[in-house]
């Protein structure tokens, strides 16, 4: 038995390397497809679905992602819920008129609360879910698989900060240490995903050949609206985490303990 034990996790642990290798692979051959209009985004999403799965092989072996404390159906039907907010908050949105979609609104309200709300996995699930949806929606198919990326990093890396690797730092009512803990980890995950996507946005445009004066005008304004769409996305999901986690302990649905 024990070594039918062995022999799974062995085969488990083969199959997660081959996905990584498989990322690589992936991203490598979309970044050489310059004539694809989704190029960059394929490939760029190869190369952090490789580094996520990496540290998230490492990560997984001590992480308690059921912060809830509540069975895996239900932390499912939260993550479909707030799947479905980010899906909304994204659709309240502006888009600007330049090259890589830039929009104000308020998807990523939804995903930082969603990485406090449900932790770094389910959490991330939410968000990248959510705004892989909006991306099919809006028929944006080229970028799709990026957003889920991006968005699952950046709930993730908030879900991390705030609960940690054991899932359990936001626990306990001594909510005054906890607030600067929430607010860090909201202000970080929106970095994150600032970082990510601005990186995109000049990969984009290099390899789509863009002039160096329409580059740098395009990195501005991406640059203004990530920032300003990550100050609304913190001062509001930092304070709605509160008031939605009492919410639940007082109703019994989620944090009883």
């Known amino acids: 038995m024990e070594q039918k034990a062995q022999k799974s996790s062995v085969l488990r642990t083969v199959v997660y390397w081959a996905l990584v290798a498989a990322c690589i692979v992936f991203a490598a051959v979309f970044f050489n497809m ?48 707030l799947a479905a907010l980010v899906l909304a908050g994204h659709f309240l949105s502006i888009t600007l008129p330049i090259s890589g979609k830039a929009m104000f609104g308020f998807g990523n309200v939804f995903c930082i609360f969603a990485g406090l709300i449900l932790g770094p996995i389910y959490g991330g699930l939410a968000a990248g879910l959510g705004a892989f949806l909006f991306d099919i929606f809006k028929g944006w198919a080229d970028t799709c698989v990026l957003t889920f990326v991006t968005k699952f ?41 600032s970082v990510l996507y601005l990186t995109h946005g000049f990969i984009e445009g290099v390899l789509l050949g863009n002039a160096a004066e329409a580059l740098n005008t395009i990195m501005t304004v991406k640059l203004g609206v990530t920032i300003t769409n990550g100050i609304i996305a913190d001062v509001i999901a930092v304070p709605l985490f509160y008031v939605i986690r009492a919410a639940l302990k007082r109703s019994h649905l989620a944090f009883a303990g």
């Open 153 to 193: 990093v950046m709930a993730f890396v908030c879900g991390m900060i705030a609960w940690g690797i054991h899932g359990k730092l936001l626990n306990g009512n001594a909510q005054k240490k906890q607030i600067p803990r929430v607010i860090i980890a909201a202000v970080v995950g929106s970095l994150c995903y």
């Open 34 to 81: 310059t004539s694809f209009k989704g190029a960059s985004a394929f490939g760029f999403a190869g190369v952090l679905g490789a580094v996520l799965l990496v540290c998230l092989y490492f990560a997984m072996k001590n992480m308690n992602y059921n912060v809830t404390g509540k069975s895996a159906t239900v932390n499912l039907a939260f993550t479909g819920m």
